[in-house]
């Protein structure tokens, strides 16, 4: 992988743990979503008109349906996410979501994109899964533990969090053949696929008035920062997708589970957090590998 690409995904997972700290501060709040929305359609809007002035007019038939294929993708990624962060803890939801995602991805960007794999990449993609093992409980969720409670928290958050990880995956590759063979500029996918999924979630809001206020008055500012890191931390990797194969962006990606697992675990008060570290730095052991 080319050092700038490699530069920009460690950038962007930096960027990437901070704001799922943000949301998982939220406790899931079902309005934060379309709340995120639609900050970003506004805090975006003059970098998308100041690129997209010449190129959107361009786009036929097929560039706005890969663009709508990414908002709904995108827009069920966030409701399963927030789900599990209502159900369970970040340090399980999110590392689960962010090893399985590049895993089913790389598989099929070399299935289906003709990408290739050296040994090296393969055996970062298996340090990868192993980390996630190890930071979702190791062996710990192979045996049934003293507190049924806690078992449950941690069970909901492995199938959340898989869950989660297979639209990852879907709008990884989905994304990439976008920029890619398209040549579709990130910050304009990034940004309409923003705008087509914001109408799905308006009703949201319509059917809980009430919270949806409550929502905006104690979270704006979870809000505001999400909305200006989330693109961002996305449009660095498309831009890296662009330098190297999509097989090896994607698990590179996961060394936002180190920044996860060093600022969450402290942040959150949430427990193991030494097994989750351990389990983070097998995860950029397999990063390394695919940077080889």
């Not at 294929?69 to 590392?95: D, I, N, Q």
């Not at 003709?114 to 055996?123: D, R, V």
């Not at 914001?198 to 704006?220: E, K, S």
Request: aromatic share 10%; glycine share 10%.
């Amino acid at each position: 992988m080319p050092l700038t690409a490699l530069a920009l995904v460690i950038v962007a997972a930096l960027l990437h743990a901070s704001w799922n700290i943000l949301a998982k501060k939220t406790g899931g709040n079902r309005h934060f979503v379309w709340m995120g929305g639609a900050l970003v359609v506004a805090l975006w809007a003059p970098a998308a008109v100041w690129l997209g002035w010449q190129e959107v007019p361009r786009w036929g038939a097929r560039e706005w349906a890969f663009v709508c294929g990414s908002g709904l993708l995108h827009l069920m990624y966030f409701e399963v996410l927030m789900k599990g962060y209502r159900v369970s803890e970040l340090t399980v939801v999110y590392p689960v979501a962010r090893g399985t995602g590049p895993l089913v991805s790389s598989i099929v960007a070399v299935l289906v994109l003709g990408e290739t794999m050296s040994l090296h990449g393969a055996l970062g993609v298996l340090w990868i899964c192993a980390g996630v093992f190890v930071i979702a409980g190791g062996p710990a969720l192979l045996r049934a533990t003293h507190d049924p409670a806690r078992r449950a928290r941690v069970r909901a958050g492995v199938a959340w969090g898989a869950a989660t990880g297979a639209f990852i995956a879907a709008y990884t590759v989905l994304d990439g053949y976008s920029v890619k063979r398209l040549a579709i500029a990130p910050l304009l996918l990034d940004y309409f696929s923003n705008v087509t999924r914001l109408p799905f979630m308006i009703p949201t809001a319509l059917r809980d008035p009430a919270g949806a206020r409550d929502a905006w008055r104690r979270y704006w500012k979870h809000g505001l920062v999400v909305a200006a890191v989330s693109p961002l931390a996305y449009i660095l990797v498309l831009y890296a997708v662009r330098l190297a194969p999509i097989s090896h962006v994607a698990p590179a990606r996961e060394i936002s589970m180190l920044f996860a697992a060093l600022i969450g675990g402290r942040m959150l008060g949430e427990g193991d957090r030494l097994q989750r570290v351990a389990g983070a730095a097998l995860m950029a052991g397999g990063v390394a590998l695919l940077a080889v």
